[in-house]
């Protein structure tokens, strides 16, 4: 039971895709929440969680490609924390497919919206425990708080 | 420090230009204090040049070029014209006057707020070429078509006046109803067309058309069947006929008599009574209409509609008094008496000719007009076999064609000349030849004969055209000798001209011509010779046709409204018809659609009654019929998108403007396009006259190149007109003109909650969030958060007046807070990528008339492109969505602190670090602005082709009389300060040298070739290596430096800058390298001061416990050491970007923000989320 989306976007590459997304007439459901911040490595595990925590049903992670970082900051510090929540997730029994980390360029709003939809598809697709019977992608070891989400 | 003159005009430069280079020099030039008029002769900012930005779709090239324009249009030294180009210049240098013609856009561009809810409603569609292809759109619309812009005020592409409008005598904007049509707009194309002219119904069926006969169309194919759409108007406007008043009812007491409730006299009225008037029609006879009712046959003009019109007429209020024939029942004198104080005199002409050939007063001939007034009024039938009428005009035919319906077997008409040159309509006369009347050309009667006093027969003749030429321009006519022949007659109908009753009316002093009587008026003002009294329509004309009576009733009532409020008669009337559009007509695409056909009833059921005859178009085909049109003049006017525009930013009134400025210096920057002339060759500078500067592009100027070149002329420029002085104006004059929006003052109350009294305002954006988003809706469910004191709708927020309107409730409410929900994002002094130029002008009103008067603190939510925009289709997500985005604004502001203040100073000064004779260009331009330059230098050696190197002695101290301080190189050197107070200490053997310095320009080059300790200390793991580390952070070479674009876009001011050259420079081309660094080095000491930005983050010692990850991931992080052996980490907050990326990785939460707390972001992520029903203490 999808319910929302929360997006954390870096002010510069990543708000410009949304931005960009409007300018160009397409459009996303409204169940998607953008929250804004400086630079994408502003993001750590404990925001992550914390998105999970108030019922995110999905998280992503928008900023820019490597070396394109308006504050000269290197994407290897918001992958590894990308990575570390991904791996406690898993340990919490979530499916750490609902969190995902796009590293798209600057201004391209399609793909902002392609990755948002298919972000929210592969979601609704997890079935809930009652059906869960070895139906990937979401094995049988994903706990109940899973699908409260 | 010099002071600002009081004449600001004296000390502008003008940029001609609207490429990247032009708007690089106007933002430089601002930056450094000059006063500039940017005039670019396009709608928007690096519109139509070769290397525009927005032809180059690179994504850096945007991430840079995007803040570039945004700031340069928002900066409050520019001025921007857009549309605008250089007419005529005089003066000299220093004191230039220009001529500046200013080209319409219909559009206020301070208020459009992109919202394009007039291009949805644009009825016209225009072609225009993009990028090599055609595209369709609407005639409202954004300057770059599928681009954003700057400025993005949307523009109206128009060409003159269709030609059909002006063929109109009425003045019906005929290309803006069939616009309407085109997109199914009945009723708003009805009330366009009542805007000019009534009686629609009538003219949709009997006028002649004169829009048709000059339409476009006719050349490419057949032309626009107009007259059908207007009847399709008529029939089909589901509200019926309202017409609009323009003043109320009873506005105007003066009483205005109308003889005749024709055309003429009933338009007339309509008009006078639109002005406020209640002027009264006098009809002769029992029926209103004048010919409309008695001349018209009814297969032609039905009762019903005719009764109709006249129906909306008397609805309006028009008094039509039947019966009453004036000079026989009233007369004009007993009506001036009544206190009529003007009178129209609209009587037609009724009068029948005579043909005065013997025979003419045997029963059975009839004249036409009792013959139709009978046959329309009453049902007749004719018992005759055959019947003749004699003449070709519209009387003769509309006779005849009514004999055939009243059951005449054989029905002749004789007409004198061609068929070509018959005044009838060419479409009555077609029809009428397939209803079986015969016609008889160049044949006259010459006598008509009769048995018993009944004619039966008539004498005819042919004839032939002479030589000679009448009076009229026709040829005279001879009879054929031996033509004569005789036709069988029983009715005879004389239709050979009307004349007009003028005598009946019994007014004295009526000026009437003697041949035609008719009345005699001047062709302006439609005045008899007697003042007050005005005629118009066929009693003046002649009998002449519907149209052109309406026209004249229009025009005479113009005149009685000048002629009784005392106005000139003749001022503004009779001018020069306007500019017609031309088209091209071999470049028109079209679809092959012909013109539709006008229905008609079979033949046999037409003939034997009076039903009309034309039904109509039906829905589709009227429609097709009005996608026809060629859109002449572009946008039709029909005034759809005035109508939409909540903002009222489209006023189609706009003209071309000529206004003047003056500047001391004047800048052209010519595109590609138009050089004509070999000067393409030369880059850089030319002067042609002294003071006016062309700089000529280069056809392959790269990005980087064009902004050089900017920011080279824009240094140089000023040099001249400020030499050896440096003005500047105090960066505190700009904060009190209000372009920084830095949370670096007090709060006056205090942080508590109870404190807190927030204000929400929510923007409609001109109805384009207010259609989609419910405001109540999301005001019920914010008023329970803690905090808001105040909602309230406000309808436009990046306007003065909204700023004010805001401002005016805080007074009120006590409010200290303001949320404001509207299209900008953030309260940063910073400009990115998405921004956008009504987001800029909301910045600059609040910081006027909220922040800085009244310190409030404001937090701004995005609910149009992150919100109504995007979820058009979703209105109650989009206010679910809404109520969050708000409530976190909300959230967020109720723990925002503000940043602790540190501002200082900086130092004039400047130090180069470099060896080779490339900086040698940036030091004197540097030093020739006045600042002092420190040259360190490791000695230059003369060299042959470069004439800027000097052999330097390798001594201390060395002065050259040109302010650049030669200083020798060092055995090691090491910067320690901050931006803008900086200190270098170089180390000679045992001697220290201490140079204090504001800038530092490094040769990195140089620096990390050297393999002495200079470069360890210096450079890596010092200062200079530290925040130049962050320049390139990748392997692209890409084309502006990171560092150069953080200073377009958020300002930052490290005032360490790099000194690069590369050999394959020509020495003009690192000349102009040097002196656009110089530029960038001046505008960062032009600086008042040095402050922390909002963002800044802050390094509690007393939490860090030295790891230094924050370190790793910030160059500007330094680790520094207890004397008890621990780590602390410490940034210098003037060089702090704030962008965050230490906070993520301190374990111990010792790194803080003021603005995008921990706090914040969660609070944020709360109000997010379907879970927040209120706000949580996090």
């Not at chain 2, 230059?940 to 009389?961: A, C, D, F, R, Y």
């Not at chain 2, 958020?1050 to 102009?1072: C, M, N, P, T, Y």
Request: with cysteine; glycine share 8%; charged share 20%.
């Amino acid at each position: 039971m999808y319910t929302e989306l929360l997006v954390f976007a870096c002010n510069w590459d990543g708000w410009s895709c949304i931005e960009t997304a409007t300018n160009l007439g397409l459009s996303y459901p409204a169940s998607v929440k953008v929250v804004r911040v400086s630079c994408i490595s502003r993001i750590n595990v404990g925001l992550i969680l914390k998105a999970f925590e108030f019922g995110a049903a999905g998280v992503m992670l928008l900023g820019c490609e490597q070396g394109k970082c308006h504050f000269g900051v290197g994407s290897e510090y918001i992958t590894r924390e990308y990575e570390k929540a991904r791996r406690i997730l898993n340990m919490l029994g979530i499916w750490e497919g609902r969190l995902i980390l796009v590293q798209i360029p600057a201004f391209d709003g399609h793909e902002f919206v392609r990755q948002v939809t298919k972000l929210i598809t592969e979601i609704t697709q997890i079935p809930s425990p009652k059906y869960a019977r070895g139906i990937s992608p979401r094995p049988a070891q994903y706990s109940k708080v899973d699908s409260y989400l | 420090m010099g002071t600002r003159t009081d004449s600001r005009v004296s000390e502008s430069v003008a940029i001609i230009g609207s490429s990247i280079a032009a708007i690089q020099a106007a933002l430089t030039l601002a930056q450094m204090g000059v006063q500039v008029n940017l005039l670019t002769g396009t709608a928007a900012l690096g519109q139509g040049a070769n290397t525009s930005p927005l032809v180059n779709k690179c994504s850096l090239n945007q991430r840079f070029l995007w803040p570039l324009f945004l700031q340069a249009s928002s900066h409050p030294l520019i001025t921007l014209y857009t549309n605008a180009e250089i007419e005529s210049i005089q003066g000299t240098k220093g004191d230039f006057n220009i001529q500046v013609i200013k080209y319409p856009r219909y559009i206020h561009e301070d208020l459009c707020t992109g919202c394009g809810r007039c291009q949805v409603e644009c009825s016209a569609k225009v072609t225009s070429v993009l990028g090599g292809q055609k595209v369709t759109h609407a005639a409202i619309h954004t300057p770059l078509l599928e681009e954003r812009s700057v400025p993005s005020a949307y523009v109206i592409d128009k060409n003159g006046f269709a030609p059909c409008h002006v063929a109109c005598p009425l003045g019906i904007n005929v290309q803006g109803f069939i616009s309407l049509l085109s997109n199914g707009k009945i009723d708003r194309a009805l009330a366009l067309i009542n805007e000019a002219a009534p009686l629609s119904g009538i003219l949709g069926r009997v006028c002649t058309h004169p829009c048709e006969d000059n339409c476009n169309r006719g050349k490419v194919d057949s032309a626009v069947s107009i007259r059908a759409l207007h009847r399709y108007a008529a029939d089909n406007a589901s509200r019926g006929i309202k017409y609009s008043r323009r003043y109320p009812v009873g506005s105007r007491k003066e009483k205005i008599a109308i003889v005749g409730s024709g055309p003429a006299g009933l338009t007339a009225a309509w008009e006078l009574t639109r002005l406020g008037y209640s002027p009264t029609i006098f009809e002769s006879h029992g029926v209103i209409g004048g010919m409309l009712a008695t001349g018209i046959p009814r297969f032609r003009l039905p009762r019903e509609i005719r009764e109709r019109e006249i129906e909306s007429l008397t609805e309006l209020g028009i008094d039509i008094r039947t019966g009453i024939t004036v000079g026989r029942d009233v007369t004009f004198s007993y009506l001036k008496e009544r206190g009529y104080r003007a009178f129209f005199l609209s009587i037609g002409a009724e009068l029948n000719n005579k043909i005065d050939i013997p025979g003419e007063e045997l029963d059975g001939v009839v004249d036409c007009m009792s013959l139709l007034l009978t046959l329309n009024l009453k049902v007749v039938t004719f018992a005759g076999q055959n019947v003749v009428a004699i003449g070709g005009g519209n009387a003769a035919i509309d006779a005849a064609r009514s004999a055939v319906r009243s059951g005449a077997r054989g029905v002749t008409i004789l007409y004198r000349r061609t068929q070509a040159e018959m005044p009838a309509n060419i479409e009555e006369v077609r029809e009428g030849i397939k209803e079986g009347i015969k016609i008889e050309y160049n044949t006259v009667p010459v006598e008509i004969m009769g048995d018993a006093g009944r004619v039966n027969r008539i004498r005819c003749q042919q004839t032939r055209p002479t030589e000679e030429i009448m009076e009229g321009g026709a040829h005279g006519l001879e009879p054929i000798p031996g033509t004569e022949f005789l036709i069988e007659a029983d009715h005879v109908v004389v239709a050979v001209g009307q004349i007009p009753n003028a005598s009946q009316l019994k007014i004295e002093n009526l000026a009437i011509s003697p041949g035609t009587s008719t009345i005699q008026v001047n062709p302006l003002t439609f005045e008899t010779s007697i003042p007050g009294v005005f005629a118009g329509g066929d009693c003046v004309t002649g009998p002449n046709n519907v149209v052109e009576a309406m026209a004249a009733g229009l025009k005479a009532s113009d005149s009685i409204n000048r002629y009784l409020l005392g106005q000139d008669m003749v001022a503004g009337r009779g001018l020069e018809p306007p500019k017609i559009a031309e088209i091209d007509i071999g470049a028109v695409e079209v679809l092959p659609y012909e013109r539709a056909r006008m229905p008609v009833i079979w033949l046999k059921k037409r003939i034997s009654s009076f039903e009309e005859t034309t039904t109509g178009l039906s829905a589709r085909a009227a429609q097709r019929e009005a996608q026809r049109c060629l859109n002449c003049a572009l946008c039709s006017q029909c005034m759809e998108c005035t109508r939409v525009c909540e903002m009222n930013a489209v006023f189609h009134d706009d003209s071309v403007k000529h206004f003047e400025i003056g500047s001391k210096v004047i800048l052209k920057f010519p595109s590609v396009d138009l050089k004509s002339d070999a000067s393409a060759a030369n880059h850089g500078k030319e002067d042609t006259v002294d003071g006016i500067h062309v700089v000529s592009p280069n056809g392959n100027d790269d990005l980087t190149r064009q902004v050089v070149k900017g920011m080279a002329v824009a240094f140089k420029t000023a040099i001249e007109i400020k030499p050896n002085e440096v003005e500047g104006i105090q960066e505190q004059e700009l904060l009190e003109t209000g372009i920084v929006l830095k949370h670096d003052h007090p709060i006056p109350e205090e942080t508590e909650d109870k404190c807190q009294r927030i204000g929400v305002f929510l923007c409609r954006c001109g109805g384009s969030i207010s259609s989609v988003i419910d405001f109540r809706t999301v005001a019920r469910k914010l008023s329970g958060l803690p905090g808001v004191i105040y909602i309230r709708e406000i309808a436009q927020a990046c306007t003065e007046a909204g700023a004010r309107e805001i401002e005016s409730q805080l007074a009120e409410w006590q409010l200290n807070r303001v949320v404001l929900a509207a299209c900008r994002c953030c309260n940063l002094d910073q400009v990115c990528y998405s921004c956008t130029d009504r987001r800029m002008m909301c910045q600059k009103y609040l910081n006027q008339y909220l922040i800085l008067p009244h310190k409030t603190i404001v937090e701004f939510v995005n609910i149009r492109e992150q919100c109504a925009w995007v979820h058009k289709d979703d209105p109650q997500g989009a206010t679910r969505k809404a109520v969050k985005i708000i409530s976190s604004g909300v959230s967020r502001i109720r723990l925002t602190t503000l940043a602790t203040h540190q501002n200082t100073s900086i130092l004039h000064s400047v130090i180069i670090i470099g060896g080779k004779p490339t900086g040698i260009n940036a030091a004197k331009a540097l030093a020739s602005q006045g600042y002092r330059v420190n040259y360190v230098s490791r000695g230059i050696v003369k060299q042959g082709n470069h004439e800027h190197s000097e052999v330097i002695p390798p001594t201390p101290g060395h002065l050259n009389e040109e302010e650049v301080t030669i200083v020798p190189w060092p055995d090691a050197m090491e910067l320690h300060g901050t931006p803008g107070n900086y200190e270098a200490v170089l180390k000679y053997g045992s001697l220290f040298k201490r140079v204090p310095a504001g800038a530092v320009l490094v040769d990195i080059q140089e620096l990390t070739k050297d393999p002495s300790p200079l470069v360890t200390t210096a450079y890596s793991g010092g200062l200079i290596g530290r925040i130049l580390s962050r320049r390139n952070n990748s392997d692209d070479i890409t084309d502006i430096a990171n560092d150069f674009l953080r200073e377009v876009t958020i300002k930052e001011a490290s005032g360490i800058f790099v000194l690069a050259h590369d050999g394959d420079k020509s020495l003009q081309e690192q000349v102009l390298h040097e002196l656009a660094l110089a530029a960038r080095v001046s505008t960062f000491l032009e600086k008042a001061s040095i402050s922390s930005r909002a963002t800044a983050v802050n390094i509690d010692s007393k939490l860090c416990r030295g790891c230094g990850d924050c370190a790793d991931v910030c160059p500007y992080i330094e680790m520094k050491g207890r004397e008890d052996g621990t780590a602390y980490a410490s940034v210098d907050k003037a060089l702090c970007i704030g962008c965050g990326a230490c906070i993520a990785r301190c374990p111990t939460g010792a790194i803080t923000q003021p603005i995008q707390s921990d706090k914040q972001i969660i609070s944020t992520v709360h109000s997010m989320l379907h879970t927040s029903k209120k706000l949580v203490e996090v």
